[in-house]
């Protein structure tokens, strides 16, 4: 992982984001200017790029959330979104981007919990 981060800054320290699935500690109001939802549940910072919160939210409530939040943060594009897995073991995404400045947040839920979602950013100092 060391050597992503070296080649791809905040967005190399993604590359194994099961990590970050597991918060512990009293969530923030905002991480290097980036919002975290009211819902926050736990939180957690992993220096020197990532920070990770677990909310009561579904992923639509969380992707709306953050696309209502978009322009602001200086995301341009649309969300991707993407799935893996089967049962109750899927697992769904939405990602925004954005390259000025580097900013990933990465909304995660699993079928096996869709009240519950996972929000990772990674993000500059």
Do not use: C
């Not at 050597?3 to 320290?13: E, Y």
């Not at 923030?28 to 919160?53: C, D, H, I, L």
């Amino acid at each position: 992982m060391a050597t992503s981060i070296a080649q791809m800054g905040p967005m190399g320290a993604l590359t194994n984001i099961a990590q970050y699935y597991h918060p512990v500690g009293t969530p923030v109001k905002t991480w290097r200017n980036v919002p975290v939802m009211p819902q926050a549940t736990a939180g957690q910072e992993y220096p020197p790029f990532v920070y990770s919160y677990t909310a009561t939210a579904t992923l639509d409530q969380a992707r709306q959330y953050y696309a209502a939040l978009a322009p602001s943060l200086g995301i341009a594009f649309q969300p991707g979104t993407g799935s893996a897995g089967t049962g109750a073991l899927a697992v769904h995404n939405v990602t925004f981007l954005s390259l000025s400045p580097q900013l990933a947040i990465v909304l995660t839920s699993f079928d096996n919990d869709p009240a519950h979602v996972i929000v990772v950013f990674a993000k500059a100092p």
